[in-house]
């Protein structure tokens, strides 16, 4: 918005490197994951990408940026969900969005019947499956993967895919805890392909 900047001259920016750089959900997702990022944010993020950063009005005093995304985060780990203090971070059609996204968390299934290996059904709304694969992902460990893999295998392909990405992500250890993991790479493994690149 070219407030309290000016210009450098060339001479001076020549004695600088630069580097243009865009904000790329994949890549936030995977710092997010391993930094303790509130689940439901992540799940709404991933169900709403160009949330994650928006260039401001200039009458803007609050607009997202994966910096206000953490902050937010901090602040539903403390227990405020106040719509008046989100808004101050986010801007008010965001946080509208984002408090609205919160009430799909009342339409998840039991997610510790899952991660117990007991039979739950298998949601049909995309917003609710959004919530549920991050709510998965963020509770996976090497003791429920069995359970989280069965579960997932039920889901349409796309969030079985997105799950199971998320936790490679997350700690690739609990991946490698489950038994059949060569089995379920042999069928899904094209599907992580650039990951590794």
């Known amino acids: 918005d070219n407030s309290g900047v000016q210009k450098l001259s060339k001479a001076l920016a020549n004695r600088f490197i630069h580097f243009y750089i865009d904000v ?10 391993v930094n303790n ?4 944010i992540i799940g ?16 803007d005093n609050s ?21 008046d203090i989100i808004e101050s971070a986010v801007g008010k ?11 799909v968390y009342n339409q998840l299934p039991d997610v510790d019947k899952i991660l117990k290996g007991e039979k739950v059904s298998v949601p049909k709304e995309l917003s609710v499956l959004y919530a549920l694969s991050s709510s998965l992902v963020i509770k996976s460990d090497k003791i429920n993967i ?16 997105l799950t ?7 700690d690739e ?7 059949k993991k060569k089995d379920w790479l042999d069928r899904h493994g094209k599907f992580f392909e650039y990951d590794n690149e």
């Open 24 to 33: 790329d959900l994949d890549s936030w997702k995977s710092w997010a994951l």
């Open 37 to 40: 990022i509130n689940e439901k």
């Open 44 to 59: 709404f993020l991933t169900f709403k990408p160009d949330m994650l950063c928006k260039k401001p009005n200039i009458e």
């Open 63 to 83: 607009y997202p940026t994966p910096r206000m995304w953490e902050y937010i985060s901090r602040l539903l780990g403390f227990g405020l969900y106040d719509e």
């Open 93 to 103: 059609g965001v946080a509208s969005e984002f408090l609205s996204y919160l009430e």
């Open 146 to 161: 069995e359970h989280v893999f069965n579960y997932c295998d039920r889901m349409p392909k796309e969030f079985e895919i």
């Open 164 to 170: 199971i990405r998320d936790i490679v992500r997350k």
């Open 173 to 179: 250890s609990v991946f490698n805890a489950y038994p």
